[in-house]
T-cell receptor, first 113, second 109 residues
Framework: NAGVTQTPKFQVLKTGQSMTLQCAQD?????MSWYRQDPGMGLRLIHY???????DQGEVPNGYNVSRSTTEDFPLRLLSAAPSQTSVYFC????????????FGDGTRLSIL | GQNIDQPTEMTATEGAIVQINCTYQ??????LFWYQQHAGEAPTFLSY??LDGLEEKGRFSSFLSRSKGYSYLLLKELQMKDSASYLC??????????WGAGTKLIIKP
């Protein structure tokens, strides 16, 4: 069972570069989301999707784009990296229903120089 | 605004019991989750409460009081592997999860 797979695990970028963080899940979950985790703060929602073809903004969407062309994949794009985007990024998925827990990928540790 | 409060850090002894508190102020309530996160790893689901009362799952129990905006996670018979951060999260009226900053639990032998 792969669950939620994120790549890469580590990445260093220069300011202004762009890149895509990959996320794939094999559990046929409809709901997927991207979070960033910074020291001393709770997980913050960047973007989420309730199904293929549907995406919406979370709490901190600026500087990031997402797409959901298939149920399995939910990539996160950094358009022009800034040092403030240095963080650990987690992708998560869940089944529908308010009681369903989220399943997290192992995270991508991103540093912007 | 929406707010989840947890203690930043707690220390306990192996074999003992520890209670980690969580208070919340959110726009609506559709359930409260507890997750465990070991350093450098992903959060993993521990428990879910939507009705008042205690939910027990092995060594871990979680309590909820909706009228007080309060929950706690109770860990019994502490083991060294329980050293981790414990995250409290509330699902608000839009069914979005609002996360606390987490409580780092240090277990001493």
């Amino acid at each position: 069972n792969a669950g939620v797979t994120q790549t890469p695990k580590f990445q260093v970028l220069k300011t202004g570069q762009s890149m895509t963080l990959q996320c794939a899940q094999d559990m046929n979950h409809e709901y997927m989301s991207w979070y960033r985790q910074d020291p001393g703060m709770g997980l913050r929602l960047i973007h989420y999707s309730v199904g293929a073809g549907i995406t919406d903004q979370g709490e901190v969407p600026n500087g990031y784009n997402v797409s959901r062309s298939t149920t399995e994949d939910f990539p996160l794009r950094l358009l022009s990296a800034a040092p403030s985007q240095t963080s650990v990024y987690f992708c998560a998925s869940s089944q529908g229903g308010e009681h369903q827990p989220q399943h997290f990928g192992d995270g991508t540790r991103l540093s912007i120089l | 605004g929406q707010n989840i409060d947890q203690p930043t850090e707690m220390t306990a002894t192996e074999g003992a019991i520890v209670q980690i508190n969580c208070t919340y102020q959110t726009s609506g309530f559709n359930g409260l989750f507890w997750y465990q996160q070991h350093a450098g790893e992903a959060p993993t689901f521990l428990s879910y409460n939507v009705l008042d009362g205690l939910e027990e799952k092995g060594r871990f129990s979680s309590f909820l009081s909706r009228s007080k905006g309060y929950s706690y996670l109770l860990l019994k018979e502490l083991q060294m592997k329980d050293s981790a951060s414990y995250l409290c999260a509330v699902k608000d009226s839009n069914y979005q999860l609002i996360w606390g900053a987490g409580t780092k639990l240090i277990i001493k032998p």
